[in-house]
């Protein structure tokens, strides 16, 4: 994974403006586990902003295998690169765990708040239950993301993997974790939200 690091400078006709900062907040799928830097995530969010000509700054805080209680762990350290715009993308290792979306919304709710604490923007992006987990579990899951969005007033991406979960050729094998051609589809998906997002701070 590549956790806080900085992935783009400003560009050098914009000396005197600093760039966008965005935060991708998240699990695997945001980490990029089993991909090049090059395919992540974060790496193919920035180049397609700075193509439209936004002046971002793209930061990939990706744990494999967090959880929403991983995030609220870590959520105040890394808030401490100060960003403008957070994507929160956590809640899909507490959904194939089979955890109690009580717990799950509870724990997004926390990181949610300490985020707005400072100052940041908060787009969030949606998961959906396994379909293994029955429909009792899967609708209370799902419940979970819209919810929060509504009570929390927050840009909102109903669904994180839509367009690329279950379809093989856009995953890697395990069938899980999109591969490079997967995270192009989920980017341009997310792009419109996220530029929506980007108006609240220019």
């Not at 089993?34 to 995530?41: A, E, P, R, T």
């Not at 000509?53 to 401490?80: E, F, K, L, P, Q």
């Not at 708040?113 to 239950?129: E, P």
Request: aromatic share 6%.
């Amino acid at each position: 994974m590549v956790l806080l690091s900085l992935i783009d400078r400003p560009a050098l006709s914009e000396p005197s403006r600093a760039p966008i900062k965005i935060l991708a907040f998240g699990d695997s799928l945001i980490a990029g586990l089993g991909l090049q830097k090059y395919d992540d995530f974060s790496e193919q969010l920035s180049r397609s902003l700075k193509r439209d000509s936004y002046h971002v700054s793209v930061i990939n805080a990706g744990v494999s295998g967090d959880t929403t209680a991983g995030g609220v762990a870590r959520v105040d350290w890394v808030m401490r690169v100060n960003p403008d715009l957070v994507i929160l993308e956590l809640g899909a290792n507490d959904g194939l765990r089979g955890l109690d979306p009580k717990v799950t919304r509870n724990n997004l709710a926390t990181i949610i708040r300490r985020i707005q604490a400072k100052g940041a923007v908060v787009l969030l992006a949606g998961m959906r239950a396994p379909p293994n987990l029955g429909v009792d579990y899967g609708a209370a899951f799902d419940k979970i993301f819209p919810d929060l969005a509504n009570i929390h007033q927050l840009d909102f991406y109903p669904f994180f993997l839509d367009g690329v979960a279950s379809k093989p050729e856009l995953n890697l094998a395990d069938g899980i974790h999109p591969n490079g051609s997967g995270v192009k589809v989920i980017v341009e998906g997310i792009l419109p939200t996220v530029k929506r997002s980007l108006e609240k701070i220019r």
